[in-house]
């Protein structure tokens, strides 16, 4: 088994949001494969502090870096002067370099894991450290994503970011032993822009704590017994869930409202941004951060994921398929599922699409549990992490037993 360096932006635990889940089950599965795992992170969330005992019990050794944002933020800029893209800038720590260097003179490791682009700098330049690098996304076209949805500066600013952190993305894959992104469409996408790097990325699929995520009869509903609730979850300061719950309670809920006056939408997630919290009132419900996010799935009428700015493996759309309720989601999120079917998810497009799919859903509850249902078999038969992983591991071998 390897000796292995991992590092990761933020603390993999608790698998709370959608990044954190993808690095914590990557790092559970590295344990559990007989790795020696020496990680270093970060600690953005003062809330996350009273983890790293647990994170620690699953490594040989940890390094937490405190990463306040606002200040983050502040140094980033420092790259508009450097050319650099200004996320390197926001996760640069002089303590965690230290760490690594440090860790990597004593000697021994087989290779580094790096989880997302940001987290290169810190092994890029060691030619002599074999590096496996997770993208998860194509971060890059995020940001030029970005630029087409805001004005002048913060355009110009969300494209200058894409342009500078795709050329880094093409640097750290070109250095890399192998690369992977969480789905073959991003696979083509990253490909259609780095065309030099072809062949050299892989899929890396997203999973599903089945057992974890998994009805329970006992649950107490969160919800009132008259209230068809409609959920969405996710960490509500990221911008394509602000995006998506700002748009449905603007364009798709009053419409669904004038047909059952008793459905509510509940947004369900830590740190609210100001114009999440707007939205509260009689028609929303934002909660905030949740002891459990399962209730709210369980006894969801329909859980919605009306993304319009995120691609790839849905964790928030894989959990609510696992707790067997009929889900909504963006046509581009559903079709990044492979393994589903009409039957087990379905796909909307713009607002009518959403209100037909919901409506019908609202007036037909046995077919909503129909769905449902094949939703949960469906993950549980093609979305385990340990198959999911299974080309981290064939790498791994790579590095052991080199070509």
């Not at 952190?165 to 032993?177: P, S």
């Amino acid at each position: 088994m390897a000796k292995l360096l991992y590092l990761v932006h933020r603390l993999p635990y608790p698998p709370n949001k959608g990044d954190k889940v993808r690095s914590y089950h990557l790092l559970k599965h590295l344990v559990a494969q007989g790795h020696e795992v020496h990680l270093g992170t970060f600690v953005d969330d003062p809330d996350d502090l009273r983890h790293i005992d647990t994170v620690r019990g699953l490594c040989a050794a940890l390094h937490v870096a405190r990463l306040a944002p606002r200040q983050a933020r502040v140094a980033s800029l420092l790259g508009l002067a450097t050319g650099e893209a200004l996320t390197l800038r926001y996760y640069r720590d002089a303590g965690l370099q230290r760490w690594v260097d440090h860790s990597l003179a004593r000697g021994g490791f087989d290779g580094a894991v790096v989880f997302s682009s940001s987290m290169a700098p810190y092994v890029a330049g060691r030619a002599d450290l074999p590096m496996l690098v997770d993208l998860v996304d194509v971060d890059s076209a995020k940001w030029s994503a970005y630029a087409a949805n805001h004005r002048w500066p913060m355009s110009w600013l969300y494209r200058r970011e894409g342009e500078r952190l795709l050329a880094y993305e093409r640097a750290v894959v070109a250095r890399a032993a192998a690369a992977f992104l969480v789905t073959d469409k991003e696979v083509a996408l990253f490909e259609g822009l780095a065309p030099e790097v072809r062949g050299r990325v892989a899929a890396l699929g997203n999973g599903v704590d089945a057992d974890f995520f998994a009805p329970d009869p006992a649950r107490a509903s969160p919800f009132a017994a008259d209230e068809p609730a409609l959920v969405f979850t996710g960490a509500m300061d990221y911008w394509p869930n602000v995006d998506a719950v700002t748009w449905f309670a603007r364009d798709v809920l009053p419409a669904l409202r004038q047909r059952w006056p008793r459905l509510r939408l509940h947004i369900v997630g830590r740190a609210p941004t100001p114009a999440v919290q707007a939205l509260a009132g009689d028609a929303v419900v934002v909660t905030g951060t949740v002891p459990d996010v399962r209730p709210y799935l369980q006894h969801a009428a329909v859980v919605v994921a009306p993304l319009r700015l995120a691609r790839g493996v849905q964790n928030k759309i894989l959990e609510a398929m696992a707790m067997a309720r009929p889900v909504v989601a963006a046509a581009t999120c559903v079709d990044a599922l492979t393994a589903v079917g009409g039957n087990s998810l379905l796909a909307a497009e713009d607002a009518a699409a959403y209100q037909a799919q919901i409506d019908h859903l609202l007036s037909h509850p046995g077919l909503g549990e129909r769905i449902g249902q094949a939703a949960r078999h469906c993950v549980v038969a093609h979305y385990h992490w340990t198959a999911c992983l299974a080309g981290l591991d064939r790498a791994l071998v790579r590095l052991a037993r080199p070509a």
